[in-house]
C-alpha cells in the first residue's frame, strides 16, 4: 500500500538498471534533494551547523571511502584518522603557499595527495590481507601522526604546532573564517557530498566495482577468471584515500578551523569511522550515509535527553555513550551484519507486501 510498484514499467536495461529503478524512490530522492539544496540552507543556524549537519556531511564522505575500501573491496584499514591529518595538513599548505588558488582546488589536490599516500601505504596488500594488513595500516596512523608532530614545516614552523585555517571565499563567499556564514559552510560541503556519493555509487556499479568485489569474496578465484589484483587493490586504495583527503580536508578547513593533529585525528577518528561503515552497512553506499548519521546524532540525543532533560553529569552521558556504541556494534555483528542498510532493504519490502504476510 506504500510502497508498490504496479504501473512501473520500464522497456529499456537503461531504465532498469538505474539506481532507483522504483518511481517511489526516485521521487523520495528528489525532495531529499531539494530540501537539502533549497529549503535547509535558510533555516539552519550555526548551532545545527557545527553540531549535526557538518560533522553528517564530512563523516559521510569519510565512511564512504573507507566503505569503498573495507565494504567493496575487503581491505581492512584501520588508518582513516591518519589519512584524514594528509587532506588536513595538505589542504593546510596549499591554502597558505598559494592563496590565489581557489579553495575548491585545494581540497581537489589535497585528496590526490592523500590518494597517492594512501597508495604508498597499501603496498604491503599486495602480499598480506586480514589482520597484517590491518596492523600495517595501524602504524601507517602512528606515523603519520608522529610525522605532522614532529615536522615543523607540515604546520609552518608555528610556535604551538597548531594549523589555522585562513579566511577564504568561493563567488565572494566566505567559506572558511570566523565570519563565514553557517548556510555558506553547508552548501559548500554538501556539493562535495553529493558530487562524491554519485562518483562512489557509479564506481560500484560499473566495472570496477565488480572487480573490487571479486577481490572481496575470493581473490584467487577472481585472479583465475583475469581480474587483476594489483589494480584492483591500488584503484580501492587510492580512491579511498581520495575521498579520506577530501573529508580530512575540509574537516579542517571549513569545520574546525584549527586542527592538533594527535587530538583531532588520533587512532579515535579511525575506530570511529570503521564504526560508522560497520553499523550503517559494509558494502552499502547508503550504509555509509546512515552509519555517519546514527554516530553524529546519538551523542547530541543523549547530551539534549540526559544533560539537559535530566541532568545527569556531562561524563557519566559520555560514558553511556560510549557502552551504547560497543553495544550497538556487537549485536550488529552478531545480528545483523549488514547493519542499518539491510534494515532499510528489509523494511522496503515489509512495505512492498504489507498488508499481506505472503
Request: aromatic share 16%; with cysteine; charged share 10%.
Amino acid at each position: 500500500m506504500f510502497y508498490r510498484e504496479a504501473g512501473d514499467f520500464k522497456t529499456t536495461y537503461k531504465d532498469d538498471n538505474q539506481t532507483f529503478p522504483i518511481k517511489f524512490d526516485r521521487y523520495r530522492y528528489y525532495a531529499v534533494m531539494f530540501a537539502a539544496f533549497a529549503v535547509i540552507p535558510f533555516l539552519i543556524n550555526d548551532y545545527w551547523v557545527n553540531a549535526i549537519f557538518l560533522p553528517f556531511l564530512i563523516y559521510a564522505i569519510a565512511a564512504l571511502g573507507l566503505n569503498i575500501l573495507v565494504g567493496y573491496c575487503g581491505q581492512v584499514s584501520l588508518g582513516t584518522g591518519g589519512f584524514m591529518a594528509v587532506g588536513a595538513y595538505a589542504c593546510y599548505k596549499l591554502m597558505t603557499g598559494f592563496p590565489e588558488i581557489n579553495l575548491f582546488f585545494h581540497i581537489i589536490i589535497s585528496g590526490g595527495i592523500t590518494a597517492f599516500v594512501c597508495v604508498l601505504f597499501g603496498l604491503p596488500s599486495l602480499r598480506i590481507k586480514g589482520f597484517y594488513l590491518a596492523v600495517a595500516t595501524l602504524a601507517a596512523q602512528f606515523f603519520l601522526v608522529w610525522l605532522f608532530n614532529r615536522v615543523p614545516w607540515f604546520y609552518n614552523y608555528s610556535a604551538s604546532g597548531q594549523i589555522n585555517s585562513p579566511e577564504r571565499s568561493l563567488f565572494d563567499i566566505t567559506i572558511t573564517g570566523p565570519n563565514a556564514d553557517a548556510w555558506a559552510k553547508y552548501l559548500f560541503c554538501l556539493v562535495f557530498l553529493t558530487v562524491l556519493a554519485l562518483i562512489a555509487r557509479n564506481l560500484t556499479r560499473g566495472t570496477i566495482g565488480r572487480t573490487w568485489m571479486a577481490i572481496r569474496d575470493m581473490d584467487i578465484a577472481a585472479e583465475i577468471i583475469g581480474v587483476n589484483p594489483l589494480k584492483a587493490k591500488i584503484s580501492a586504495f587510492a580512491i579511498s584515500g581520495f575521498f579520506v583527503g577530501v573529508s580530512g580536508a575540509l574537516f579542517f578547513s571549513v569545520y574546525l578551523g584549527a586542527v592538533e593533529v594527535g587530538e583531532v585525528f588520533g587512532i579515535n577518528k579511525s575506530f570511529l569511522v570503521l564504526f560508522m561503515i560497520i553499523i550503517g552497512g559494509l558494502g552499502s553506499i547508503f550504509g555509509s550515509f546512515a552509519g555517519a548519521a546514527f554516530l553524529v546524532l546519538l551523542p547530541v540525543l543523549l547530551k539534549n535527553v540526559l544533560v539537559g532533560g535530566l541532568g545527569w553529569p556531562t561524563d557519566l552521558a559520555a560514558h553511556l555513550e560510549f557502552l551504547i556504541i560497543g553495544a550497538l556494534i556487537v549485536i550488529f555483528l552478531i545480528a545483523e551484519p549488514h547493519g542499518l542498510a539491510q534494515l532499510w532493504r528489509v523494511a522496503k519490502e515489509k512495505l512492498r507486501l504489507w498488508p499481506f504476510p505472503h
